[in-house]
């Protein structure tokens, strides 16, 4: 090996020992370990769980109705509560965040119809899965994990427009290609919205600012009863994304897929940081935390968009695999990379 090139990779290993072991804010190693770990652990144990048939595929459905419909909710909902929005809420998170993400849904989904000649319809939930994190299931536990209450917040700040902006967009996108011009499309899109609103979650997000705002405070009893499901909401989710692993394949169009994954995994964190960073300057934590969850792998709402109409299933299911996998290397790197600066 040339003189200079080893030196390069004495020095990079110099550097990579110090950001393991200096302590900023704590030790770097205790931080994967001890938080970040954890999060990935329970989600392998989901995965193990579902293999030894302990969950079984047909329970899958029921665990994921409790918690998207009452865990996840009161844990939201409290955590919102409990907030001071109105000192934390800041229009430059939703334009950093979205600014990036919507950057990111246009260059997937021109790929997909140039290079992939792919339809209208199959580009627009192609790009979904390159876009749409998942932030219910993974985001949320990981950020309380790592960050705690000061980090959820932000979050929170942009999942409640998350479901509606980006699901709404793709459906309209879909609807419109399909109508064939005969102005028909705008009720279903309006019908999906709506549905949208009544998702358990956008209703505990919404009374949860509207709690916050008027600063009412839960009975004790209640509150107390918020922070069992408040408990369970996170590890029931991340147990859901294992089970959710198990069984799963490679399969439809790997173009597409591959396409995805790199738009999401990699591009879109880029984009996001970018517009955080040069334009609307975020302070390092919320700068972080939207890093964070731009990075976030594809969430099941994308193979449900896919399934609702029939269009790119199997390369959605394909995406939402590639995706979360890759994520176990590539959000505790951020983690880590985060914390020592």
């Known amino acids: 090996m040339p003189s200079f090139l080893f030196a390069r990779f004495m020095e990079f290993g110099v550097c990579y020992r110090a950001l393991l072991y200096r302590d900023a804010g704590g030790n ?5 370990v001890g938080k970040v770990g954890p999060v990935f652990l329970t989600i392998m144990c989901g995965f193990v769980l579902t293999h030894i048939k302990i969950i079984s595929r047909q329970g899958i459905p029921f665990l994921a109705k409790i918690a998207m419909n009452a865990f996840i909710p009161a844990m939201l909902f409290q955590t919102l509560s409990q907030s001071d929005i109105s000192a934390h809420f800041d229009l430059r998170l939703w334009g950093s965040y979205y600014s990036g993400v919507f950057l990111n849904f246009a260059v997937v989904f021109v790929i997909a119809r140039l290079w992939l000649k792919a339809r209208t319809d199959e580009s627009a939930v192609t790009a979904m899965g390159g876009v749409f994190s998942n932030i219910v299931l993974l985001g949320i536990p990981l950020v309380q994990a790592v ?36 102005g028909h499309w705008l009720p279903k899109v309006l019908r999906s919205v709506l549905r949208v609103l009544k998702n358990p979650i956008i209703i505990a997000i919404i009374l949860g600012v509207l709690a916050s705002l008027l600063k009412i405070r839960m009975p004790e009893m209640i509150d107390g009863t918020f922070e069992r499901f408040r408990t369970a ?24 897929s591959l396409l995805c994954t790199v738009a999401k995994m990699f591009v879109q964190p880029l984009l996001v940081f970018s517009v ?25 709402n994308v193979a449900i968009i896919a399934g609702s109409y029939n269009v790119c299933i199997d390369r959605s299911a394909t995406t939402i695999l590639i995706t979360t996998v890759i994520s176990m290397i590539t959000l505790p790197l951020i983690v880590l990379y985060a914390g020592a600066f």
Do not use: K
Not at 276 to 300: E, K
């Open 28 to 32: 770097m190693l205790d931080l994967i």
């Open 147 to 182: 960050y705690g209450e000061e980090g959820l917040v932000p979050v929170l700040i942009i999942l409640s427009i998350h479901p509606l902006s980006l699901l709404g967009m793709t459906i309209m996108i879909v609807e419109g290609s399909r109508s064939g011009g005969d």
């Open 233 to 256: 909401g996170p590890t029931i989710a991340l147990l859901l994304v294992g089970a959710g692993l198990y069984g799963q394949s490679v399969r439809g169009n790997l173009s597409a």
């Open 276 to 300: 955080g960073h040069f334009i609307f300057d975020l302070p390092p934590l919320q700068l972080t935390i939207l890093t964070l969850v731009a990075a976030l792998p594809s969430g099941a």
